[in-house]
């Protein structure tokens, strides 16, 4: 009964982690857009420069994804590689180890109601699955909902990527 108790406590912990990290990762969008907007002053004051930036100059998502070196509209990418480019994010490991954890307190709390090893070892996967599926949906869904609402002042040009 006390790991449940703990499990639960470590669980929401987990949780407000997330949404904090996940809070903090839309800050950091606004600061690298604002980082971009300098860039952009120099590059209009002193177009000579240019060639010594290494980052964008764009304030829109596909700017942020270029000075942050990501992949997607910043440049050619395979699916598979902008998918573990999102596992490596901290929201999406931490999303992984509380679902983990979260798995293991269903099948505790399935164990106490009297469920088999097996049973119980099909809650945890179907917890797991579950959690990790909502986390990611939630998170990202909140995140391109923040992008969309940020008005960019310098967008990227349309087109592929120079």
Known sequence: MAA?????????????????????????FQLVAGMNRLRRAYLEAYPDVEPYFVAGSH????????????PGFAKPSSPMTMMTQGLQTLPAMLGVIVSLVAG???????TSFGASSATSV???????FLL????????QRAF?????????RFPSPSGPPA
């Open 4 to 28: 449940i108790l703990i499990l639960t406590v470590v669980v929401f912990v987990g949780l407000v982690t997330i949404g904090r990290v996940s809070t903090l990762n839309r800050e950091n």
């Open 132 to 139: 990790n599926v909502l986390l990611a949906a939630v998170s």
């Open 144 to 152: 391109f909902e923040f992008v969309r609402t940020m008005p960019a």
């Open 104 to 110: 293991l307190l269903g099948a505790l709390v399935a």
């Open 122 to 128: 099909v809650v945890a996967a179907v917890i797991f």
């Open 59 to 70: 304030d829109d998502l596909r700017g942020f994804q270029l000075t942050m070196n990501l």
